[in-house]
């Protein structure tokens, strides 16, 4: 019996000895990394992640970059690359029609995302819009080039290439990988998919293979892949839409975990004609900029989803937006009115904190 308990107490002993050593040995933290670059989609890239090591950190960032090079290129509308077939190919007229073109298999995923994007939205986000779309960027490059001339397009010819916008003129055809617009007239322009959609792409590619702790910012189309490096949820600002404001260039700070946010505004990209702004955001109904509100941001798990609910709410009835709002599950939006109040969907604020300064 002794010999039995001289055993167990040294059995103990061993056990607490283990949780002893176990209970010293800290784990390795996770630093902080930044890194930034302009190289996709025209626009600001910045990319932070939470890693043991920089070396972590620049494999990852290595990874995000040729993903984020690889949609770029694929989605560019007015860049061609030698021995790729993307957008350019697809909007291009030989002999008077386009051309039946063999693509990526993400850019037929991408066009049916957007074709059920339209159809959500209730066509206020519509690719094949491109003939309209780029009559405004032609005469938004003109008006900033020499800002002395700048004039808004004329609405006979925007009513001329309204007639060449028919989605179902965009033929995809899934087994074969081709795209044909039917349409000789039409042009695609995925300017209000496209990065949403590449972010989130990127951040399924990172999540697949066990990456946590990153957050994506590609353009104000924001995606955090995990919590961050105190295992806490990200936290991202919403940007005043009143430049003119420089006390507070935040509206609101939200937190995000496995989410994203994406915010449209008038205030992101116009030309000014006669002391007026006029921005990018295009109503498929009008033809002109949107008026309803000076920004929208959208909360949602899909980066994709999130651009393009964003600019659809931009151009919808408050009333309208709101209703697809609720109908969409772990969606939620802000509303900046051009008198500057803010209007939310019924979960927004649960995901907002109060910024406190040190």
């Not at 350019?88 to 030989?94: H, K, Q």
């Not at 924001?222 to 006390?247: H, Q, S, V």
């Not at 309208?320 to 109040?341: H, Q, R, Y």
């Amino acid at each position: 019996m002794k010999k039995q308990f001289l055993r167990f107490t040294a059995l103990l002993l061993s056990f607490a000895m283990i949780f002893l050593m176990s209970s010293c040995q800290k784990e390795t933290p996770k630093l902080k990394y930044t890194a930034h670059y302009f190289d996709y989609f025209d626009t600001a890239t910045t990319i932070t992640g939470y890693t043991e090591t920089k070396e972590e950190f620049d494999a990852v960032c290595e990874e995000i970059k040729g993903l984020l090079n690889e949609y770029h290129r694929l989605f560019n509308i007015y860049t061609r690359y030698e021995g790729l077939n993307n957008l350019v190919t697809i909007n291009e007229v030989r002999d008077g029609v386009h051309q039946t073109v063999k693509v990526d298999e993400k850019i037929i995923d991408m066009l049916t995302f957007s074709k059920e994007m339209y159809e959500k939205t209730n066509g206020k986000v519509n690719v094949a819009m491109g003939s309209v779309l780029r009559i405004w960027h032609n005469y938004r490059t003109w008006g900033l080039d020499d800002p002395d001339t700048a004039e808004l397009p004329d609405m006979e010819k925007l009513r001329e290439a309204e007639k060449h916008t028919d989605i179902n003129d965009v033929i995809i055809d899934k087994e074969n990988s081709t795209v044909l617009l039917a349409d000789p007239e039409m042009l695609l322009d995925v300017g209000a998919i496209a990065k949403g959609y590449s972010v989130e792409k990127v951040a399924q590619n990172l999540e697949s293979k066990g990456i946590t702790s990153f957050i994506l910012n590609v353009g104000g189309n924001i995606r955090t892949i995990g919590l961050n490096g105190e295992n806490k949820p990200f936290k991202a600002g919403i940007e005043n839409p009143d430049k003119e404001n420089e006390e507070t260039p935040y509206i609101e700070f939200v937190e995000l975990s496995d989410n994203s946010i994406v915010t449209s505004g008038s205030y992101q990209r116009f030309y000014t004609v006669n002391g007026v702004n006029y921005h990018h955001i295009i109503d498929p109904e009008t033809l002109m900029p949107g008026k309803k509100y000076n920004s929208v941001s959208v909360i949602t798990p899909d980066s994709g989803m999130g651009d393009a609910l964003s600019t659809a709410l931009f151009l919808m009835d408050e009333a309208e937006g709101k209703a697809l709002i609720e109908s969409i599950e772990n969606t939620e939006a802000m509303w900046v009115l051009p008198d500057g109040t803010q209007v939310y969907s019924s979960g927004f604020e649960n995901h907002t904190f109060e910024y406190q300064t040190d």
